[in-house]
């Protein structure tokens, strides 16, 4: 969509009408023959006749340029904006509409028709949107980049994630190696003992095993355990400990029965893997071995919370010592493991750690106490491989595939640029970032969007400020808040320091040849840095997602925004387009992220980032009452999938609805402040009939076009944290007087429902 698109108004101006070949064909369907047809004519003409037609031909000169002075002071009086961007921009808006449909009716249809109409998910995807066909153009960029000859000059870092690139995209090379990387890497870890002759239950520790996990693979399956800065008091730096990630996408997989057809799709993949791994197994031992593992892991899945249950971070965070947790917690040795993982005569029993989940701490050590050493190493060396096995030969890639077709819809596995290129910029997110801000993004874009952000902010300030159901000291502290919250645009300014993105890597041996290795080094390289920031002060800096991501974040225990670089692009924001397209699009982006700090978990933060509760009892009240306004709202919204109707879950989504409604509202009054400032309208879009206000209002709807398949509209239906793009569209607008009013929506229609939910 980002696109600049030939519109109908370009067609017309461009397309010469007789420029016809030999094969046109006139009105009526007959060939057309003028050229001819003329000849035949001039050679019976008089001079009288020769006379008339000059007169005709000059009267109808002064009809013709009549026609235009007319069409030109039309054209100004009702304010076209026809330069080039506003004429592409306007044939983008309407390619992707469905002029047929009624705004009032269906503003969804409305804004994406004629997207959804002409656009189809690829094979090796779930879903398209058009966060996603941004992100690919911008994968394009990067492929470009990576691609480019290493030069004697230039940067270590640079050199290095080239060299990742080129060793992941010789895909004759991984399959060489087959799966001897891995092989050895798990014995390295302690040994598979499904796989392995060689187990010895007497000699492995889980303590010991999962310090080596954390410390080469990056990743503990047992438990989370990373380094964060103490929520409570934001100066200082703790260990953090927590429910881990499952192998399938949602802890309530785990809970279902295993006939079910998700469930059997996974355990269907573990056995695979291991048949792949050691073909001469018995399918039934292979069967027993992984069911076992299976179990393991829904025990954890059973202990662990519900995303329900960890909703009101004040109830369930939790500040204790190790020596605490290891009598609370016996089953798991705390102290010795934490020691592995640091490597660190400093840390002592009485050092303090946090957590969001002490309970499963608890609930795990109980588990691993009575679960067989065999089985707890077959589940982890599962999980090692699941992870490990996209950097390994196509032929295990296929049994991942298959267990993708039933939980996600996909078809196909992505091109393997497409891959090495996302997996450059996850695992070597400086210097691709580096490489990125510096050849393709518009340094101009990043002052823009400050501004945007400062106006935006006044808006909300003033809401906050006018609010009637928050008590003084309350709405202090929000507008103190508010002021406080840091934006960081386009991308973190160590990215332009080159000696500071070659250190991230000093220690990072890449070669051009061993990609499996590569990866192992980078997984070594991140949990290092972990350890190394438990003495020092932790600014979160380094956790910020790459620079050519099309996405924005809100960080709540710093207070503060990001907004990288490749959403600082086409539909969300371009600086040739009218405001009223940037301020629809990534003023809502800047509105949304905003209002996080001020949704159900964000409320929970001060503006230092610290989680601290400062609203009144009275205040959380009345909030509780307009929040539930949203909650049941949304969870009236329904889509059929596979003959069966599934209901949005209102509470899950609360915090995304909470900030789609704050933006778009604040955003919109930010347009219309600027449009103040200025003295008068901005010129309209040709082609559209669209007034700026309404304008708006399109370009929001656009920004979340989108379509899914069956798979992944159920998964997102019953676990994600964010609607359904079109649910957000509906959601935001039909909550909207403004919209209703620039689209002269009829009161009670489905659009303008009399009943509408507002917070901020």
């Given at each position: ?244 990630e499952l192998g399938m996408k949602s802890r309530e997989y ?383 919204f329904s889509s059929v999938v596979d003959g069966v109707r ?75 944290a964010h609607p359904p793009q079109y649910f957000r569209v ?31």
């Amino acid at each position: 969509m980002g696109d600049e698109k030939e519109t109908e108004y370009m067609s017309v101006a461009v397309e010469e009408p007789g420029k016809k070949t030999a094969n046109s064909t006139n009105s009526r369907g007959k060939p057309a023959s003028i050229r001819a047809h003329g000849v035949k004519c001039v050679k019976r003409r008089t001079t009288l006749e020769k006379f008339l037609i000059f007169l005709l031909f000059i009267v109808l000169l002064f009809v013709l340029l009549l026609i235009i002075v007319l069409v030109t002071k039309s054209r100004k009086g009702s304010n076209l904006c026809l330069s080039t961007h506003c004429v592409s921009a306007a044939g983008a808006l309407i390619e992707n509409m469905d002029l047929e449909a009624d705004p009032c009716q269906d503003f969804y249809q409305f804004s994406c028709g004629g997207w959804m109409k002409k656009t189809t998910i690829p094979e090796e995807e779930n879903k398209v949107t058009v966060l996603g066909q941004q992100q690919d153009k911008l994968l394009v960029l990067t492929r470009g980049l990576l691609e480019e000859a290493t030069l004697p000059n230039e940067n270590e870092a640079e050199s290095k994630v080239k060299h990742l690139y080129e060793a992941c995209i010789d895909e004759a090379a991984v399959i060489e190696t087959d799966v001897e990387p891995l092989l050895r890497f798990v014995e390295e870890l302690g040994g598979w003992p499904i796989i392995s002759e060689t187990f010895d239950k007497d000699a492995w520790v889980l303590e010991e095993v999962m310090a080596q996990i954390r410390q080469l693979h990056n990743v503990n399956y047992i438990f989370k355990q990373n380094t964060m800065r103490d929520i409570t008091k934001s100066s200082q730096t703790l260990i953090f400990l927590d429910q881990p990630e499952l192998g399938m996408k949602s802890r309530e997989y785990f809970l279902r029965d295993k006939s079910d057809k998700l469930v059997q799709a996974y355990i269907t993949y573990m056995n695979s893997i291991v048949k792949e791994l050691r073909p001469d197994l018995n399918d039934t031992y292979i069967a027993e071995e992984m069911n076992a593992a299976y179990d393991f892991e829904r025990e954890i899945a059973n202990a662990s919370l519900a995303k329900a249950e960890r909703r009101d971070l004040l109830k369930i965070y939790n500040k204790t010592t190790l020596q605490n947790l290891g009598a609370m917690a016996p089953g798991i040795n705390w102290f010795r493991y934490l020691n592995l993982v640091f490597n660190d005569d400093s840390l002592l029993e009485t050092d303090l750690f946090n957590t969001f989940d002490l309970q499963y701490l608890i609930n795990i050590a109980d588990i691993v106490t009575r679960t067989p050493k065999r089985v707890m190493a077959n589940f982890l060396m599962w999980r090692v491989t699941m992870k490990s096995m996209s950097y390994l030969c196509p032929r295990l890639l296929h049994h991942r595939l298959e267990y993708r077709k039933v939980v996600d819809g996909e078809r196909a596995d992505e091109p393997r640029w497409k891959t090495c290129v996302q997996r450059c910029t996850v695992l070597m997110s400086s210097s691709v970032g580096a490489m990125f801000i510096r050849k393709h993004f518009d340094e101009q874009s990043k002052i823009e969007a400050r501004k945007m952000v400062q106006h935006i902010r006044e808006v909300l300030l003033d809401i906050l400020e006018g609010t009637d159901w928050m008590d003084d000291d309350t709405k202090q502290e929000a507008i103190a808040k508010a002021t406080a919250t840091y934006d960081l645009i386009g991308y973190d300014e160590n990215l332009k320091n080159n000696a500071s993105v070659d250190k991230e890597f000093e220690d990072v041996n890449i070669t051009r040849h061993h990609h499996f290795q590569n990866i192992v080094e980078l997984w070594k390289s991140m949990a290092k840095w972990m350890v190394t920031q438990r003495k020092i002060y932790f600014d979160g800096r380094q956790d910020l997602d790459s620079p050519v991501k099309v996405n924005a974040y809100y960080q709540n225990n710093y207070n503060r925004m990001y907004f990288p670089a490749g959403i600082l692009q086409p539909p969300f924001y371009f600086r040739h387009n009218l405001k009223a397209m940037n301020y629809g699009g990534i003023g809502m982006v800047i509105g949304h992220e905003l209002t996080h700090g001020f949704d159900n978990k964000g409320r929970l933060f001060d503006k230092d980032g610290t989680l601290r509760a400062w609203f009144s009892s009275e205040s959380v009240e009345a909030f509780n009452e307009k929040k539930q306004c949203l909650i049941d709202q949304y969870s009236n919204f329904s889509s059929v999938v596979d003959g069966v109707r599934i209901h949005l879950d209102g509470a899950l989504t609360q915090g995304e609805n909470i900030a789609d409604n704050g933006g778009l509202k604040q955003s919109f009054e930010a347009y219309r402040r600027w449009v103040k400032r200025r003295g008068e309208e901005e010129p309209e879009l040709p082609g559209l009939g669209l007034s700026n206000d309404q304008l708006f209002f399109l370009n929001f709807g656009q920004i979340w076009c989108s379509l899914y398949r069956p798979e992944a509209l159920k998964e997102i239906l019953a676990n994600s944290a964010h609607p359904p793009q079109y649910f957000r569209v509906l959601g935001a607008i039909t909550n909207s007087p403004s919209f209703a009013k620039a689209y002269k929506c009829p009161a009670g229609s489905p659009m303008n429902p009399e009943k509408k939910c507002t917070m901020w």
